[in-house]
């Protein structure tokens, strides 16, 4: 990495730069073994998630990866730990300090990407000939983009290092082709992925936009070695991880409704809207409502303003600054997502129907961080310029960029002590059951998920990016817990635990605890910090393919797709689960077509589900719509025991 920087320089940069890390954070460095940093949520729901999430990397580590996927979270169901983000990286780099206590080394990370979030940003610039002072300075602007201040507790929208390594090895490529710099870009790529999924997708729009100003570049045969090394690293890093997840998620069946990434964009006033964690939020107007903060500050635009003039005039930055100011534009239009109309044309649309992964994309406002940094890439020419003049313009100019991006002291949330899980017999259910989607409602599930990562054991509850259909179903069944619905509902998932907050029941509830205790359904158990444990009796997993009564078939033709839904007729109290990986159906739907000609699919239910008595969900699936108009007999089939289910009629006129 040659930077023209000596060990000394290097020395100090890390100094001042850890420093800006600690600075930024305040006061967590005096608390960092026993609480977390906080942005803009007010609860402390993701940071536990997060920690949970290294703690199951860590743990998975020290026992070869082995059921990497299948982690201690929603059981029965499996391939949970594909549900979110992974961050197998950031595991593995939290593998490195665990032994000091998992809050210390969840904060050393953060800091850690902090400051190479800075060097990353120093590293490309002076490859690009910026000179040492003012590299040093715009890579410890970076460490204070608003965006990190405002997502703190949101451990993998920290890390940028590997953007702007993937960017510095691209543009090192396309003008001094090496091999160096295709490891460089693969390296970037890779640990981007490694990092947060979500950067990763957006990086592959950042990169896109520069093909068009390096074509010319790329089609030189001295460029194809090294490009096929970084895709290469990319490969080998990011697939193993990708392909077993992608699978998963599959599977599943998940998706995100329009209404949910509509509110998961942003809108044209959101970037007139500091964060509130920033002490200039005290001094600007802010807009009630339902916004996001995506202010990036206005030194920090006026500056970019001013380096795009100035950039524009030096011949060999032209293009770099061009494309700069390209990505700026196009991650800003990304970023307001399906609020982007023009008429009734929504072109993100375009994005969610053709490009893999932007179809569930969440929360397309996350694009707002590649717009600060590319904002502040192109401040540089005019960095460059104020280091001509005087020190005292220079340094006036730097304390007012600044100030506007000093945050407020960072709000700390504790972590919870670990729990005797010896003492617990699995799975287990904490309750009371969450009832709302918030993600403040499961503060108190990502609280006990944090405090069994010593000693991980299968619990029903979880939080993640994805929740299983299952989940819902729990709430509505566990919603006035004890009645025999939830505890039939808890046996059939082979529940042996309940962990319970007595303070939680009403007088009715604890009245009914005491009839099913009196009635040897629960089995008191110990106390277990503040709550009490029950042993559920005659607990057994009953997986759907027990079941062995009828079923209920409906077609619905569509344009291009048949949706086809089946409904098991149970009846009587009976519960079972449909999940891919723990309990899968493996069906035959035969269609007969008008002129006798018999068309078969195979069937395999996605998603997780509890079939039960009572219930108004249905197993969906689409089948390809037959061309032809007539009467056709869709029939299902069981392809283990070779039993017909059920069978309906539709006409196609």
Do not use: C
């Not at 005096?30 to 609480?35: D, T």
């Not at 920090?300 to 795009?308: P, S």
């Not at 390209?326 to 649309?349: C, E, H, M, R």
């Not at 009953?542 to 149970?570: C, N, S, Y």
């Amino acid at each position: 990495m040659n930077t023209g920087l000596t060990k000394k320089q290097w020395g100090i940069v890390f100094v001042v730069y850890v420093g800006v890390a600690l600075a930024v954070t305040w006061p967590l460095v005096r608390f960092a073994h026993k609480m977390l940093p906080l942005g803009s949520e007010g609860t402390p729901t993701v940071p536990l998630f997060n920690l949970w999430t290294l703690g199951w990397n860590v743990n998975r580590l020290a026992h070869g990866l082995q059921n990497y996927w299948d982690a201690p979270i929603f059981y029965p169901v499996r391939g949970s730990f594909a549900f979110s983000e992974p961050q197998p990286l950031t595991g593995l780099l939290a593998g490195v300090f665990w032994w000091l206590g998992p809050a210390l080394a969840y904060n050393l990370v953060l800091w850690l990407f902090l400051v190479l979030n800075g060097v990353s940003v120093l590293v490309l610039l002076r490859r690009r000939g910026v000179r040492t002072g003012v590299a040093v300075l715009v890579g410890m602007l970076a460490m204070l983009l608003p965006y990190l201040a405002q997502e703190r507790g949101v451990l993998q929208l920290q890390p940028f290092f590997g953007v702007v390594m993937a960017i510095d090895g691209l543009w090192w490529l396309a003008e001094r082709p090496s091999l160096l710099a295709g490891i460089w870009l693969g390296v970037g790529v890779a640990s981007t992925f490694l990092t947060s999924e979500y950067y990763a997708l957006f990086l592959g729009v950042v990169l896109a936009t520069a093909v068009p100003f390096l074509l010319p570049q790329f089609l030189r045969r001295s460029v194809w070695l090294p490009l096929l090394l970084a895709g290469g690293i990319v490969a080998v890093f990011v697939l193993p991880v990708a392909l077993p997840q992608l699978h998963i998620l599959h599977r599943m069946g998940f998706s995100r409704s329009e209404n949910t990434i509509t509110i998961g964009s942003a809108n044209w006033r959101d970037y007139t809207q500091p964060p509130h964690v920033l002490w200039i939020s005290e001094y600007l107007p802010t807009v009630s409502g339902r916004h996001q903060h995506l202010f990036p500050g206005g030194m920090l635009v006026v500056l970019a303003g001013v380096g795009i003039w100035l950039g524009w005039q030096q011949s060999s930055r032209r293009r770099w600054i061009a494309w700069l100011t390209t990505a700026v534009f196009t991650t800003l239009l990304f970023s307001i997502g399906l609020n982007l109309k023009i008429g009734d044309w929504q072109p993100y649309q375009l994005f969610r129907e053709f490009v893999p992964g932007f179809d569930n994309l969440r929360n397309p406002f996350r694009f707002a961080l590649f717009t600060q940094i590319h904002l502040l890439l192109l401040t540089t020419p005019a960095w460059e310029r104020l280091a001509k003049r005087p020190f005292p313009h220079t340094l006036l100019i730097a304390i007012l960029a600044l100030t506007e991006l000093i945050p407020k002291p960072a709000r700390l949330t504790p972590i919870p002590p670990p729990m005797p899980t010896q003492d617990i017999t699995p799975p287990a259910i904490f309750l009371p059951f969450p009832q709302e989607s918030a993600t403040a409602a499961y503060a108190p599930t990502t609280s006990w998920m944090a405090a069994t990562i010593h000693n991980p054991i299968p619990l029903i509850n979880g939080y993640s990016g994805y929740f299983p259909r299952l989940n819902s179903q729990l709430k509505e069944l566990l919603a006035d817990f004890p009645t025999p619905l939830a505890l039939h509902t808890l046996r059939a998932l082979g529940t042996k635990t309940i962990l319970l907050e007595p303070a939680s029941l009403t007088t009715e509830q604890t009245e009914r605890l005491q009839q099913a205790i009196a009635k040897g359904e629960l089995l008191p158990g110990p106390q277990i910090a503040t709550w009490q444990s029950y042993q559920l009796t005659n607990s057994r997993l009953h997986r759907a393919t027990e079941f062995d009564g009828g079923w209920v078939l409906q077609a619905t033709p569509g344009k291009t797709a048949a949706r086809v839904a089946a409904f098991a007729a149970i009846p009587d109290a009976s519960i079972y689960l449909v999940s891919p990986f723990t309990a899968p159906l493996n069906w035959e739907l035969h269609l007969q077509a008008p002129n006798g000609t018999t068309q078969i699919y195979p069937i395999r239910p996605t998603g997780s589900l509890l079939l039960y008595h009572g219930s108004d969900r249905w197993l969906t699936f689409t089948i390809p719509r037959p061309q032809a108009n007539g009467r056709y007999t869709l029939t299902l089939f069981d392809t283990s025991t070779n039993h017909q289910l059920a069978h309906t009629n539709f006409t196609l006129p």
